[in-house]
């Protein structure tokens, strides 16, 4: 197992899909096409169309999964293709909790220094 980057910088587009993964796992299962779909509906750009955006999608899924955050289990229920579905580990509430606390924080400087660039 992997150590967890709970501080990876909060502007960067990989802590918005981590964060949204964990986010989206919070209280319930979902299968991976599931969350990178809506990796895409929340957040248009972060991911790149086509292949390159599912892949990276797929990688998020694969490291937060070998960090303990998240676990998958194999589905293959009905007539269509096995299906990896995902839900957080114990680990991953904690970030859950840690991801909220930092983005709370975030905003807090966010605004700050909006407003500081209002009366510059």
Not at 13 to 40: C, K, M, Q
Not at 79 to 100: F, H, M, N, W
């Amino acid at each position: 197992m992997r150590r967890c980057r709970t501080k990876i910088t909060g502007l960067s587009p990989t802590f918005w899909l981590r964060a949204w993964i964990v986010i989206s796992l919070s209280d319930r299962e979902l299968h991976g096409y599931e969350l990178i779909s809506s990796l895409n509906e929340i957040f248009p750009n972060l991911l790149s169309p086509g292949v390159g955006g599912m892949g990276r999608g797929y990688r998020i899924l694969r490291d937060l999964e070998e960090e303990g955050i998240i676990i998958g289990r194999w589905e293959v229920e009905g007539t269509g293709p096995a299906r990896k579905v995902y839900r957080l580990t114990s680990e991953g509430e904690k970030l859950k909790e840690d991801i909220l606390r930092h983005i709370e924080e975030m905003q807090e400087y966010i605004s700050r220094f909006l407003e500081l660039t209002m009366k510059a």
